[in-house]
């Protein structure tokens, strides 16, 4: 009889358990519906043959390996740089000690993003701490923000490489490392010269380069900016902006 009792006890436990997990997962599938307002803005260059590429750098080669007509199926080979199109860059692409690709934190590749206006900026101007002070929240509202420069690189494209692409001061960068961002990204294959790079991958900042920002209006978005888990201090990434 008291046998009886205790696994009944323990099959209303199990069906209170069972319900429970239910009601979680509906819950769950309620709440994770991509909503039809939701809008998806690629912000990745397109890695063919054609692709500009930083001077020295490999060129991107694609070489069809099978072919569905002759082989059954399409098979292709790819070789190319870690820092061709859209990728990011590490600490390691200036520090012996720094991390490769694979080993950042998945959090910093994500987040709350600034999409800054920097349109009417020319070739061979460099951001100054001026433009960024009139152009960002206040240094504690900028704190873990993910900032894109729209730079008037995005009027000239990537159908060439450009000397005089508009980059970060290395003063600039000091001031985005005060404001202890997350992550910055420029819209054009290089941020700035050896002292930019430092200023910002030795404090924490990963550089985002090769953004595609032709098609973005300037404001807030939620950044999804997730690299190939390569050893290496550069990785090729699919860079999206999610706008709600
Ligand atoms: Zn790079």
């Given at each position: 009889?008291?046998?009886?009792?205790?696994?009944?006890k323990k099959d209303n436990i199990?069906k209170?358990?069972?319900?429970?997990?239910?009601?979680?997962?509906l819950f769950?599938?309620?709440?994770?519906?991509v909503?039809?307002?939701?809008k998806?803005?690629?912000?990745?260059?397109q890695?063919?043959e054609?692709?500009?590429?930083?001077p020295?750098d490999?060129?991107v080669k694609?070489?069809?390996?099978?072919?569905v007509?002759k082989?059954?199926w399409?098979?292709?080979?790819?070789s190319l740089s870690?820092?061709s199109?859209?990728h990011?860059d590490t600490d390691?692409?200036?520090?012996?000690?720094?991390?490769?690709?694979?080993?950042?934190?998945?959090?910093?590749c994500?987040?709350?993003?600034?999409?800054v206006?920097?349109?009417?900026?020319?070739l061979g101007e460099?951001?100054?701490v001026?433009q960024?002070?009139s152009q960002?929240?206040?240094?504690q509202?900028?704190?873990?923000l993910?900032i894109l420069f729209k730079?008037?690189?995005?009027?000239?494209?990537?159908?060439?490489f450009?000397?005089?692409?508009?980059d970060?001061?290395?003063?600039?960068?000091e001031?985005?490392?005060?404001c202890?961002?997350?992550?910055?990204?420029?819209d054009s294959l290089?941020?700035?010269?050896?002292?930019t790079?430092?200023?910002?991958?030795?404090?924490?900042?990963?550089?985002?380069e090769?953004?595609?920002l032709?098609?973005?209006?300037?404001?807030e978005?939620?950044?999804?900016g997730?690299p190939?888990?390569i050893?290496?201090e550069?990785?090729?990434?699919?860079?999206v902006l999610?706008?709600?």
């Amino acid at each position: 009889m008291l046998e009886k009792v205790e696994s009944s006890k323990k099959d209303n436990i199990m069906k209170d358990l069972q319900q429970n997990h239910l009601l979680k997962a509906l819950f769950f599938f309620r709440n994770s519906k991509v909503n039809k307002n939701m809008k998806f803005y690629d912000i990745s260059l397109q890695l063919d043959e054609s692709l500009v590429i930083y001077p020295g750098d490999m060129t991107v080669k694609l070489q069809q390996l099978k072919n569905v007509e002759k082989d059954q199926w399409n098979l292709t080979g790819l070789s190319l740089s870690t820092h061709s199109g859209t990728h990011v860059d590490t600490d390691l692409h200036i520090s012996a000690s720094g991390k490769p690709v694979s080993e950042i934190e998945l959090e910093r590749c994500y987040g709350k993003a600034l999409v800054v206006d920097l349109n009417d900026t020319s070739l061979g101007e460099s951001i100054s701490v001026q433009q960024l002070k009139s152009q960002l929240p206040s240094p504690q509202n900028c704190k873990n923000l993910i900032i894109l420069f729209k730079t008037g690189n995005s009027k000239v494209g990537y159908k060439s490489f450009h000397e005089d692409w508009v980059d970060l001061s290395s003063e600039g960068a000091e001031y985005l490392n005060r404001c202890q961002i997350k992550a910055v990204g420029i819209d054009s294959l290089t941020i700035g010269s050896y002292e930019t790079h430092r200023a910002l991958l030795l404090h924490r900042i990963l550089v985002y380069e090769g953004l595609d920002l032709s098609a973005v209006e300037p404001g807030e978005y939620l950044f999804v900016g997730f690299p190939l888990k390569i050893k290496a201090e550069g990785g090729m990434v699919r860079a999206v902006l999610i706008q709600e």
